[in-house]
């Protein structure tokens, strides 16, 4: 299945699970958190509370609450350091994780969004390759979409898949 580009508001999608880029807390912030949380209802916090917090990389679920989505999938992303502290590696892990735990969960379509790139800075043209790097794998296994807030990033997936079928990936 060809990975789909979605623009808009991932709080809306109606697939099993909406991957959130949390903070370490996982009790809500602000971008794409703040979306989720206000969507999902104050039951999201109070489930959150009992997971303990997330390491950068790691992912853990709760249930989706009011969203369509039955999940999220709560990721805590790298904060942008120059990109000698590792954050290229930590982005990829958190793109990995959460598909190993949408796997585990019996998640069959799976909506991410730009993990990294608002606040925590980012560059979004070098996010977007590592997160397709990773999703590309995971093709015959489920229906995986990108949820872009911004039309820059919606170009860079674009091109990036467009790379791809020219070199006959
Ligand atoms: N739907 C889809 N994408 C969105 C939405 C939305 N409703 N709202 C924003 N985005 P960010 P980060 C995009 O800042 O950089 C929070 O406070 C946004 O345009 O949400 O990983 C957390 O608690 C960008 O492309 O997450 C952490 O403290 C992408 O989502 C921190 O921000 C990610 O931007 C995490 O920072």
Same mark, same amino acid.
């Given at each position: 299945?060809?990975?789909?580009l979605? *623009? ?9 699970a ?11 912030g602000g ?7 206000r969507? =999902? ?9 009992? *997971?303990?917090?997330?390491a ?35 982005l990829? &892990?958190? +793109?990995?994780?959460?598909?190993? *735990? =949408? ?16 606040? +925590?800075? +980012?560059p979004?043209?070098?996010a977007?390759?590592? =997160?397709?790097?990773?999703?590309? =794998? ?15 990033d919606l170009? &860079? +997936?674009?091109?990036?898949l ?8």
């Amino acid at each position: 299945m060809a990975i789909q580009l979605h *623009l808009g508001d991932i709080t809306e999608l109606n697939v099993d699970a909406i991957v959130n880029a949390a903070n370490p807390t996982l009790l809500g912030g602000g971008g794409v958190d703040g979306a989720i949380h206000r969507a =999902a209802g104050p039951e999201l916090k109070a489930f959150c509370r009992t *997971l303990g917090g997330c390491a950068t990389g790691q992912a853990k679920h709760s249930p989706g609450f009011a969203l369509p989505a039955r999940w999220v999938i709560h990721t805590v992303g790298p904060i942008w350091q120059g990109g000698d502290q590792n954050e290229a590696r930590q982005l990829a &892990h958190c +793109y990995q994780n959460s598909l190993v *735990l =949408a796997e585990e969960i019996g998640a069959n379509s799976i909506a991410f969004p730009c993990i990294s790139t608002g606040i +925590y800075g +980012y560059p979004a043209d070098r996010a977007a390759r590592i =997160a397709l790097d990773v999703m590309q =794998a995971w093709t015959a296994r489920m229906q995986l979409t990108v949820c872009c807030f911004r039309e820059s990033d919606l170009s &860079h +997936y674009r091109a990036r898949l467009a790379d791809g079928r020219r070199a006959g990936q």
